[in-house]
């Protein structure tokens, strides 16, 4: 193991939770709630097991948008009695409110008795016609700082707990956690939950539906509505060789079972690292397994992020970093270099676009980010990810692959349900690696990397020979090839190709032109979420008005904020855009998670 001193590190406070200052910390929770699909609400109580509380006088949670009802103190044999308690009579409307609990002598625990509002920005309710089926469904999102909008907690990703959960849903309706979950529906409509390793507060997670199970391994499986389980277990069937693959490169997986559960399409993100149950979007399910580089990065969190997680919002990089360059090594073992390669010529060409949208200049381009005072959600861009995943590509180059996996097999288990900042990190990096040789240091130019803007000039160039066939392709075209005359060489074309294809096509071809590429491609009509993602672009720029009606679709089906977020911009900039996108937001709207409607709301409003 490594020489870094053990312990005493002292992290940084965290600038998006009240409790990050709270004397005691909280270290087990017994959560009680009951799900009401009629009023919108959890109501119930989470009682939280106190870690030395010793002569203290108070504990302090994160809440918001929560009615506390009532709180407890109890003593080690679980004796209750009412206790004091403060809410912030002013709520942040990032933060939300301070609970302060007023401690005595000798309680150990508080019992905090609430209910969630109807809009509890964490939760999304959806009727039966938003499901694949006739029932209702709830899902939590709880990352950033959302989980205190459904549970009173210590809401910091350097806190840990452990916990476990009791939760009553309307019969016929499975419950499922970030927990040990169940297989099979439960006639009492009660579901009981634990989770024995620490996790912080962001990676709690709850979802409640018509829900059914398919395992896929002796520890993987998949959840999903009964109409979309067989379509979800042919696109993951490669799940337990993903887990393998994983460990085989970093250490053993530490959570027993991996599940995916396949949400309804207005789940806003393309997937959530909920430990032991990976959330995902339906938009993966594209039929040919293309699009499952996702799964790989979710589940790469399960050792950065949910083992070794960031201290705070300001070190999301040394979560999304570590997991898009381990997403990648996973597909790489898996599919081969020539797979990767595709998968790192996209990222870097996003990365690209995302410095030029922020301004190269701009100190949100730094991998430490400065997020006091502002929503954390500002902080999810592709800086944390790619310029994240570049960072660690350039200490490949520097080091070589067989010391770099050593140097990170050994982060992961030596700071295992720990957290870890950056400057921690920083110190730990020299400690192991760069210290070890003369001139690394000044090769690699931290500096540049933590606190400088853009892309440093030292990351290594990434290529692709699959996409370098693409380019003379598109070279064709430009030269005036009918779309028709690519066809045998697009043949065996992956969706990433295509994705590649139409990123690099001209953004000055006409509405005729588009329909020649769409007769021989059939893009409107493709059933693949990232191939209509960047075709609708081009066809809103073009006034192509036949893939209108597809793109209408889209956005009433889909709530995924990655997708929505240029499709609505590329309505905007369009002649009649504003009335247009108003038009379909106004109906779009009710299926979309606040994580979305919140974004999309102000860049409607922006160009009234
Ligand atoms: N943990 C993130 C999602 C997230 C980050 C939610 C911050 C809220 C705040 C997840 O692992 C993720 O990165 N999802 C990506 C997919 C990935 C392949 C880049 C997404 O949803 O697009
Ligand atoms: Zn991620």
């Given amino acids: 193991m490594s020489t870094y001193p053990p312990s005493s590190i ?8 009240f409790a990050s200052r709270s004397p005691v910390r909280a270290k087990h929770l017994a959560l009680a709630l009951a799900v009401d699909f009629d009023s919108h609400t959890l109501s119930g109580s989470a009682t939280w097991q106190l870690a030395e509380p010793g002569a203290a006088t108070e504990v302090v949670f994160d809440t918001r948008d929560l009615t506390i009802e009532s709180v407890e103190a109890l003593d080690a044999y679980g004796a209750a009695t009412a206790a004091n ?3 912030d009579s002013v709520a942040d409307p990032v933060l939300g409110q301070a609970l302060s609990v007023a401690l005595t002598p000798a309680m150990t625990a508080v019992r905090i008795h609430y209910r969630t509002s109807p809009t509890a920005a964490a939760l999304q309710w959806l009727a039966p016609e938003q499901t694949a089926g006739t029932q209702p469904f709830l899902f939590t999102q709880s990352q950033a700082i959302l989980a205190r909008t459904w549970l009173p907690c210590q809401d910091s990703p350097g806190i840990r707990f ?15 956690m970030s927990a040990e979950n169940p297989q099979q529906l439960r006639a009492s409509g009660e579901y009981r939950f634990r989770m024995t390793e620490p996790i912080p507060a962001y990676l709690m997670a709850l979802a409640v539906g018509d829900l059914a199970f398919e395992p896929l391994s002796h520890r993987t499986g998949i959840y999903a509505e009964p109409a979309t389980l067989p379509t979800a277990t042919h696109e993951f069937a490669d799940l337990e060789k993903m887990v393998a693959a994983a460990e085989e ?11 995916l559960l396949v949400l309804p399409p207005s789940f806003p993100f393309g997937g959530m690292e909920n430990p032991r149950l990976t959330f995902v979007t339906p938009t993966i399910l594209a039929g040919d397994r293309s699009l499952t580089s996702l799964v790989a990065h979710e589940l790469a969190h399960s050792w950065s992020g949910n083992l070794v997680t960031n201290a705070t919002w300001n070190d999301f990089w040394l979560n999304e970093g570590f997991t898009v360059y381990f997403e990648r090594r996973i597909m790489e073992h898996l599919y081969g270099a020539e797979y990767a390669d595709m998968l790192q010529v ?8 995302t410095i030029e949208e922020i301004g190269v200049a701009s100190p949100d381009t730094h991998l430490h980010l400065a997020l006091a005072g502002r929503d954390p959600d500002e902080g999810l861009t592709e800086i944390a990810y790619e310029k994240g995943c570049a960072l660690l590509l350039t200490l490949e180059s520097l080091v070589g692959r067989p010391r770099l996996d050593v140097f990170i097999k050994e982060y992961f288990a030596r700071f295992s349900f720990q957290a870890m900042d950056t400057a921690t990190f920083l110190h730990y990096l020299r400690a192991e690696l760069l210290d070890h040789e003369p001139g690394l240091e000044g090769n690699l130019n931290l500096a540049a990397w933590v606190d400088g803007p853009g892309l440093p000039s030292n990351a290594p160039p990434v290529s692709s020979r699959r996409f370098d066939a693409v380019d003379q392709s598109l070279i064709q075209l430009q030269g005036g ?4 005359a690519l066809l045998p060489s697009t043949a065996d074309w992956s969706s990433h190709e295509w994705v590649h294809f139409l990123h690099g096509l001209p953004a000055t071809l006409s509405a005729e032109q588009l329909a020649a590429l769409d007769a021989a491609f059939h893009f409107t009509a493709s059933g693949n979420s990232e191939i209509l993602a960047a075709w609708f672009p081009h066809t809103l720029r073009a006034g192509y008005a036949a893939a209108g009606p597809a793109l209408e679709k889209f956005l009433l ?19 009649d855009g504003r009335s247009r996108a108003r038009a379909i937001y106004a109906k779009a ?6 994580v979305a409607t919140g974004t999309i709301d102000a860049l409607l409003s922006e160009q009234a």
């Fill in 162 to 176: 452990t916990y476990e959960a009791t939760v009553r849903v309307p019969a016929h309706l499975l419950a499922l």
């Fill in 481 to 484: 090839a009918a779309p028709a």
């Fill in 249 to 259: 490169l970093y250490g053993p997986y530490r959570w027993e079972r991996y599940d």
């Fill in 85 to 87: 308690f403060t809410l």
């Fill in 589 to 594: 709207r009710p299926n979309y998670h606040s």
């Fill in 10 to 17: 002292a992290l940084p406070t965290d600038p998006h939770s």
């Fill in 557 to 575: 089906h889909v709530g995924r904020r990655k997708f929505l977020v240029p499709l609505y911009r590329a309505l905007l900039a369009t002649p």
């Fill in 346 to 353: 996209l990222g870097r060409a996003a990365l690209h676009h």
